[in-house]
Nanobody, 126 residues
């Protein structure tokens, strides 16, 4: 069982930056693929970024490539999402998730993640 708690969301102006953190409980954190997803009002949940258990492989949605960076610290049981050059269309509730996805093609599939946090709101004003 893994419990995930996100933090770091807030209100920021367009062009600004935020760093989201996701703290995980449990001793098996380092064995999980970790992902960040987001859901805007009236829209489906979409994948933003993911990182392999070792941190050696990362995935980014086209909409955030070059602006967002995912990283993890297995010693601290924490995964991060550094978000730069934020745009109003990045406004959403951001969720972190832990799963057993083994293939890169599965990194953006919500069904491959077993545990989810409660979400943190990110609002980007224009």
């Amino acid at each position: 069982q893994v419990q995930l708690v996100e933090s770091g969301g807030g209100l920021v102006q367009a062009g600004g930056s935020l760093r989201l953190s996701c703290a995980a409980s449990g001793r098996t954190f380092s064995s999980y693929t970790m992902g960040w997803f987001r859901q805007a009002p009236g829209k489906e949940r979409e994948s933003v970024a993911a990182i392999s258990w070792s941190g050696g492989v990362t995935y980014y949605a086209d909409s955030v490539k070059g602006r967002f960076t995912i990283s993890r610290d297995n010693a601290k049981n924490t995964v991060y999402l550094q978000m730069n050059s934020l745009k109003p269309e990045d406004t959403a509730v951001y969720y972190c998730a832990a799963g057993s996805a083994r293939y890169y093609s599965d990194y953006d599939v919500p069904g491959k993640y077993d545990y989810w946090g409660q979400g943190t709101q990110v609002t980007v004003s224009s």
